[in-house]
Nanobody, 125 residues
Framework: DVQLQASGGGLVQTGGSLRLSCAAS????????IGWLRQVPGKEREVVSC????????YYADSVKGRFTISDDNAKNTVYLQMNSLKPEDTAVYYC??????????????????WGQGTLVTVSS
């Protein structure tokens, strides 16, 4: 049974940093991709970043390039999202999710097969 546990959200001021963690169980880290997505109430979920386990390629949405860094720790089966220079527009519920099927674009939330619970990130101005 695949389970993802996201943590690390909180309240931070503009320009601050947070590190999100996603602990995965029930899957091997050779699975296709693990990503971070976010959702603001009333808006659709968007993919923020994704790491492909097959070739360790990392992907970032334009809105977070240069500020966010995705990484993983195979020994701990954990994926991290280091978020620096946070802006109020980064405020959202952040989710980690995994693609197992390999079908579809990693930029589409519908491609992700399993989701963790969200963790709220609030950036105050």
């Amino acid at each position: 049974d695949v389970q993802l546990q996201a943590s690390g959200g909180g309240l931070v001021q503009t320009g601050g940093s947070l590190r999100l963690s996603c602990a995965a169980s029930g899957l091997t880290f050779d699975d296709y991709a693990i990503g971070w997505l976010r959702q603001v109430p009333g808006k659709e979920r968007e993919v923020v970043s994704c790491i492909s386990r097959s070739d360790n390629t990392k992907y970032y949405a334009d809105s977070v390039k240069g500020r966010f860094t995705i990484s993983d720790d195979n020994a701990k089966n954990t994926v991290y999202l280091q978020m620096n220079s946070l802006k109020p527009e980064d405020t959202a519920v952040y989710y980690c999710a995994v693609i197992l099927s390999g079908r579809g674009s990693l930029w589409s939330p519908n491609t992700y097969d399993y989701w963790g619970q969200g963790t709220l990130v609030t950036v105050s101005s």
